[in-house]
């Protein structure tokens, strides 16, 4: 290997560590309190195709992983949740959901080192797998958090639209292999590094672990959305992120 390969190759594996670092948002050069409050266009975005696409959940209990600063625990409430819990690494996004979002029983730990207790009705996954670098262990380890029959949402992004150019970011682009990429995004208020995946690799690894594909939503800018966020109108018509409904099969 000469030293250009090596380069590249080290370049690779530190934007992959970077990725799956599970205290990236405690990062004191990431601002990110300011887009996960409630009222951020981003967030609202995500609560308006969910609400969409949520089943009743009254009298159900609810896990969300990757929980970030709490914002879904309103939307589960609104829609009935008897329980609501999260699991979140980062310490900074932790104290804010306890703050602002009291009515979700958070627990300070990565997913990864997440020991499964009891399972769910509703396990929600909202832009977490692009910090998690082994879908089959994510899948298999999520596969203990669902009851039988019980519903899987994750929420993930758009492989082409994170790797565009846009808004002015610094985009660095790596190869992982298997169609996947990591990313290093330079925006007004930090470096976000993250995985994105063609979405074939998600409901392939989901239904070896026991998930069942119902559903698959492409989630385009919408009229608020754009009127919220001009800029989003160049994306108009095309898919930021999906969302993937599974329900847990036993058998």
Same mark, same amino acid.
């Given at each position: $290997? ?34 996960? $409050? ?65 009515? $979700? ?9 997440? =020991? ?5 009705? %509703?396990? %929600? ?6 910090? $998690? ?13 669902? =009851? ?38 330079? =925006? ?64």
């Amino acid at each position: $290997m000469d030293s250009k390969e090596s380069n590249s190759k080290g370049k690779e594996i530190k934007l992959a560590e970077e990725a799956t670092n599970p205290h990236q948002y405690d990062s004191l050069a990431l601002d990110w309190e300011k887009e996960g $409050m409630l009222d951020s266009p981003t967030r609202q975005f995500f609560h308006e195709y969910l609400e969409a696409n949520l089943e009743n959940l009254t009298g159900k209990s609810v896990l969300d992983v990757g929980s970030g600063t709490g914002h879904l625990s309103k939307l589960f409430s609104k829609l009935g949740a008897s329980e609501i819990h999260g699991i979140e690494p980062a310490h900074k996004n932790v104290e804010i959901s306890r703050k602002l979002y009291p009515e $979700m029983r958070v627990t300070e730990q990565a997913f990864e080192e997440a =020991r499964p207790e009891r399972t769910f009705d %509703v396990v %929600v996954v909202v832009m977490a797998f692009e910090h $998690m670098r082994n879908l089959d262990s994510a899948f298999q380890k999520l596969s203990q958090f669902v =009851r039988p029959n019980g519903f899987l949402y994750i929420v993930v992004g758009d492989k082409e639209y994170h790797t565009t150019e846009r808004f002015c970011y610094e985009l660095e682009i790596e190869d992982l292999g298997n169609g996947e990429v990591t990313t290093s995004t330079k =925006r007004p208020y930090g470096t976000m590094h993250d995985i994105f995946r063609p979405i074939s690799n998600f409901i392939e690894t989901a239904e070896k672990a026991g998930f069942v594909l119902k559903k698959q939503v492409a989630l385009v800018p919408t009229k608020k959305f754009i009127q919220a966020e001009s800029k989003y109108k160049q994306f108009e018509g095309k898919p930021l992120n999906h969302l993937l409904v599974f329900e847990f099969s036993s058998h």
